[in-house]
């Protein structure tokens, strides 16, 4: 595949992907069993959730990137990477819903982060993306005018980047 005009590429992947999303839920009709599948489809809601520009649009592929990724961890609740999309996508559906509700998401999708480090330990990957949680959420309070509790989260990022950096330098070392 070569793509000449990236523009058009991206366009033509945004007018076409309800088809696939609709042609990977009727597979998933059909054994709604797999957990992967159902990340596929979490995939694709979130990739339209964060280039759509119609506020109804990105609250309808919140909504919809949140199902499945539950759909995921439901059918394999040990798996570290599914609570980190799960954690994504209740990210998304605070950024598109208001006050305390959205406030709510952001606490929850900090639980699951934690969640996939409980069972993922060793990972930097894991342990930065809660990091990096963990500073957007307390910059934010710090901004709304909750700076202890912004703060808070803030000193608390500072030490799971470095533990990130840990895990991730010692991944080198034993490769």
Do not use: C
């Amino acid at each position: 595949l070569f793509i000449t005009d990236r523009a058009r590429a991206f366009d033509l992947a945004m007018k076409y992907s309800p088809r696939r999303i609709e042609a990977l839920e009727g597979w998933d009709a059909f054994y709604p069993h797999d957990p992967e599948l159902a990340v596929e489809i979490f995939s694709w809601y979130d990739l339209l959730f964060r280039n759509s520009r119609d506020p109804v649009a990105r609250k309808r592929y919140a909504v919809e990137s949140e199902r499945w990724a539950k759909a995921a961890t439901d059918r394999s609740p040990e798996v570290a990477w599914f609570w980190t999309y799960y954690a994504k996508a209740l990210w998304n559906r605070a950024e598109v819903e208001p006050g305390a509700q959205g406030l709510a998401y952001y606490f929850t999708a900090l639980d699951y982060y934690r969640r996939a480090i409980e069972l993922f330990p060793v990972s930097g990957v894991v342990t930065f993306q809660y990091a990096e949680a963990l500073k957007g959420l307390g910059n934010g309070l710090i901004n709304a005018g909750r700076v202890d509790d912004g703060r808070r989260l803030v000193n608390e990022s500072r030490e799971m980047y470095v533990r990130a950096d840990l895990l991730a330098r010692y991944t080198e070392l034993v490769r």
